[in-house]
């Protein structure tokens, strides 16, 4: 994976694949002008490691000039052609064949018409490394093609995103953002934490705590913590609206994430739905909700030892963590219900070694 500006791309094509199509090319050129001394015109800025190769391959006799065309700003094309190095003037009663990057949609390759029309050339031909049949509109024929590709941004070896990537010896294409959206829940000392860390890094995700984000607000004195403040110190809680606001305000200030692993919220059938209608409002779900599941004796005996090592009092009073227990299973079962009726509710063995748990988890992820 590479990185180029602010975009991801995945290996797509190995420099074997590329060499060994414009070997085909030139064979096939070859066959058909080494009886004469042909001009091969190469369009730049992105057939220049495409013609350096070709003429490499290619052992007879030639000429080689370029022209160049411009009509793609970042990954999209503006739709008008712009020449901005014209076709050469000696080139009345040759041969030419026109070396091309790269034709998708056809607007480059009609501006290509259109100037050698005006020439007097005894006869041009289009020859194209790169060629997305499905999107091409058919107008014009092309006599060479390298390798028929998918409708896919693609960088490297002389294309280009925002003028990086030209240099690249291989061929990548975009990677397309799929977002893996968790809720994550567990009883107290089921390891949430833990695991939250192992699935952040492995999947490139935001682990976004409740807890955490109450915190950060409320000691920066945020607009939204100096909000909450007002309703914890009355002892009411915190309205919903206040809470999806300051998980929006996480999502939006970590648009890079490749997904989101939310904990601690939501606690009640109600939080779940507005978590709902915020992320469909970004046009994005919730993948799944992961629930770490353990035996209630084992998770004891593992708060009080964590107790006596953290000094919390409600890691030290097995009453209290039953009542805590007692508490999550009443405020879990109607979301277990929720997530379940959209198939998305997937109970997760919680027992074990951890990198054991990490793998039980990454299972369910990977399906998704």
Do not use: W
């Amino acid at each position: 994976m590479i990185k180029l500006h602010d975009k991801y791309f995945k290996p797509f094509l190995s420099e074997e694949q590329i060499l060994e199509a414009v070997k085909s090319i030139a064979q096939k050129v070859a066959d058909d002008y080494k009886d004469e001394i042909p001009v091969f015109v190469g369009v730049l800025n992105g057939s220049f490691m495409f013609v350096a190769d070709f003429l490499k391959e290619y052992k007879y006799n030639c000429e080689v000039s370029f022209i160049k065309l411009s009509s793609y700003q970042g990954l999209t094309s503006t739709g008008i052609v712009e020449t901005l190095l014209d076709v050469p003037d000696n080139l009345e009663g040759k041969s030419v064949i026109i070396l091309e990057d790269i034709i998708d949609s056809g607007r480059t390759l009609k501006e290509l018409v259109h100037l050698f029309n005006k020439t007097n050339v005894k006869e041009y031909k289009i020859a194209s490394l790169f060629y997305k049949s499905e999107v091409y509109n058919g107008e014009y024929a092309i006599d060479y093609v390298g390798i028929d590709i998918p409708d896919k941004f693609i960088v490297g070896y002389g294309l280009d995103y925002d003028e990086l990537g030209r240099n690249l010896r291989e061929v990548y294409q975009l990677k397309q953002k799929h977002m893996i959206n968790l809720v994550l829940f567990g009883k107290p000392g089921a390891g949430k934490g833990t695991q939250a860390e192992f699935l952040k890094e492995q999947y490139n995700l935001k682990h976004i705590s409740t807890g955490d984000v109450f915190r950060y607000n409320i000691k920066n004195s945020t607009e939204l913590g100096t909000l909450a403040k007002s309703y914890m110190d009355k002892g009411d809680l915190v309205p919903d609206e206040v809470t999806i606001k300051m998980l929006q305000d996480e999502v939006e200030k970590h648009s890079d994430a490749s997904g989101f692993i939310f904990d601690g919220f939501p606690r009640t059938v109600a939080q779940a739905q507005a978590l709902d209608e915020f992320l469909e409002s970004k046009d994005m779900k919730i993948d799944a909700t992961l629930a770490l599941d353990a035996d209630d004796e084992i998770l004891i005996q593992r708060l009080l030892e964590r107790g006596k090592v953290s000094g919390r009092t409600d890691d030290q009073d097995e009453s209290k963590i039953r009542n805590r227990f007692e508490e999550y299973n009443q405020k879990t079962a109607p979301l277990q219900a929720f997530y379940e009726k959209q198939g998305k509710y997937h109970s997760v063995n919680g027992i074990g070694a951890i990198e054991d748990i990490t793998r039980r988890l990454g299972k369910v992820i990977e399906e998704l």
